[in-house]
């Protein structure tokens, strides 16, 4: 009992002291940058699919934008069946282009498939020094390009990218949202990602402003056909040809709602599995560290007598501690860091379900495709 409150408490003072402090929020857009004298062009390509209820206010905020450089918008549109492009049209907005888009092609994802159409079309139609890769349920508030843009002239920045700020209104967005956001700081520590000595590659694609000149370098779109976590993959390989920056937000807004537990799962789902690498023994790994991390400190900390529980309950503070300022970060009380334990138990039942999924033929759904075989098949070849 004692070894093992040795492991757990040995694992949150790695966590908290050794992996870039992902748990403290540090690394926000909050900054203001130095203003420029003379603004590039940017075009934003906007890959959508049937999402006519929202397509309108994720529009309604780009073309808010008060950038005072040239700024045009690609909309590229999925086949969607529910007139998302005839409502983005009835727009009526100059800056705003929308394409219809032709099927995926055999190893493609959908939405890389879009996002490769709008580049084409960008690189055809427009001198642009930037692109602004966003998604068809993000809102930017009217100031957001012009930070981007700052920050990335600024600092002479290949890919600069803002994790959006997701809807936290339900009670299963309460509880498991900000988890998400947590999770995925664990993963993918933002310092890391800025690094340039260190490997990891992170960026949220809901906001991401690249240099089209650097992405072709790095062996554009087309180098990311199948990945299913395209926004790491896209970040892996801009951070070969330039700087990367990731940071959290309030200027950038998902507008998609998660009213119930399973909305949420559905999302963790999707792309659990592929982040293991389709991998039964990286699944079973990582279901072993879960309980270890997350699990076991509880335990201990409330069965175990002596020393082992003293250790149990001393990582089960860490494990609070780290957790309060993304609680924080999203307008919730602190005291629900205490749930983090159950909340990671809810995040291992759906990584099971991501994989049982994929089995099945069905791993990473998204809008009627599944498309995790076409993932698990180009991360085989790789």
Not at 191 to 219: E, F, I, K, N, Y
Not at 313 to 318: C, N, P, S, Y
Not at 346 to 365: E, K, Q, W
Request: proline letters at 5%.
């Amino acid at each position: 009992m004692i070894a093992l409150g040795v492991v757990v408490l040995a694992i949150w003072l790695v966590l908290i002291f050794a992996r870039g402090k992902f748990w403290a929020c540090l690394d926000t857009d909050f900054a203001p940058k130095p203003q420029l004298t003379t603004w590039p062009a940017v075009v934003a390509v906007v890959p959508a699919r049937d999402e006519a209820e929202l397509i309108a206010q994720s529009m309604g905020g780009l073309l808010a934008q008060d950038y005072p450089g040239d700024f045009r918008i690609v909309l590229v549109d999925d086949q969607s069946s529910d007139g998302t492009a005839e409502i983005a049209r009835a727009l009526g907005n100059d800056r705003l282009r929308v394409l219809d888009g032709s099927a995926p092609p055999e190893g493609w994802t959908g939405k890389l498939w879009a996002m490769a159409q709008g580049v084409r079309y960008t690189r055809e139609n427009f001198s642009a020094k930037y692109i602004l890769f966003t998604d068809a349920d993000i809102f930017h508030e009217p100031d957001n390009l012009r930070m981007l843009v700052a920050r990335a002239e600024a600092d002479a920045i290949g890919l600069t990218s803002l994790m959006a700020l997701l809807r936290c209104q339900s009670f299963a967005e309460k509880l498991l949202v900000p988890a998400f956001v947590y999770f995925f700081q664990m993963l993918y520590p933002f310092r890391w990602a800025r690094d340039s000595r260190r490997r990891t590659g992170a960026a949220a694609g809901g906001c991401m402003l690249v240099r089209p000149d650097l992405l072709a370098t790095a062996g554009g779109i087309e180098s990311l056909r199948g990945a299913l976590i395209d926004d790491c993959a896209l970040a892996a390989r801009m951070k070969t040809v330039g700087p990367v920056w990731l940071g959290l937000t309030r200027r950038v807004k998902s507008l998609r709602p998660y009213p119930r537990i399973g909305d949420i799962g559905r999302m963790i789902s999707r792309s659990a599995y592929a982040q293991l690498g389709f991998s039964p023994w990286r699944l079973a790994g990582a279901m072993a560290g879960l309980v270890a991390t997350f699990v076991l400190p509880v335990i201990l900390a409330l069965r175990a007598p002596g020393v082992a529980g003293l250790l149990g309950a001393l990582a089960f503070g860490l494990m609070i501690a780290s957790f309060m300022p993304i609680n924080r970060f999203y307008g919730l009380s602190r005291a629900r860091a205490a749930l983090l334990p159950g909340i990671a138990a809810i995040y291992m039942v759906y990584t099971l379900r991501s994989a049982l999924d994929f089995y099945r033929g069905r791993g990473g759904m998204w809008k009627g495709r599944a498309q995790a075989q076409r993932g698990a098949q180009e991360a085989g070849e790789a």
